[in-house]
């Protein structure tokens, strides 16, 4: 078997999902956005009214069948999946697909977000 590249799986995956930009992000209030980031990364700022599903969880949580299934992947969506920089949503949002899910992803991840000037919100500092 041939052996292949993280980048060459994102390129390939992008060949074949629905890349949404920021813009048309914005413009779809109905869209569920799912954070696929670590809790990590969240806590350090997140889309408002974004959900929150580790990308180690993903098909577990989406899978009805699943004893991990949350609800909040039984809906209509539209649901737009991103990470930091879009490769790790691109790879989930083609596993999704490969379940029969439509899905989307957020081309250019948190960082195209921040950098096209949308909203961040930043938890509580404790203490």
């Not at 980048?7 to 569920?32: C, G, Q, S």
């Amino acid at each position: 078997m041939e052996k292949k590249t993280a980048a060459e799986l994102v390129a390939a995956a992008r060949e074949r999902i629905e890349e949404w930009d920021v813009a048309r992000l914005r413009a779809a209030p109905d869209a569920v956005i799912v954070d696929i980031r670590d809790v990590r990364e969240r806590a350090k700022g997140k889309i408002p009214g974004s959900v929150h599903a580790p990308r180690g969880m993903l098909e577990f949580w989406w899978d009805p069948e699943s004893p991990y299934h949350r609800e909040v992947f039984a809906g209509p969506g539209p649901y737009v999946l991103h990470c930091a920089s879009g490769w790790r949503s691109a790879l989930a949002a083609a596993a999704l697909q490969d379940m029969g899910y439509e899905v989307a992803h957020l081309e250019g991840g948190m960082g195209a977000w921040v950098e096209a000037g949308g909203p961040v919100e930043t938890p509580e500092p404790k203490g």
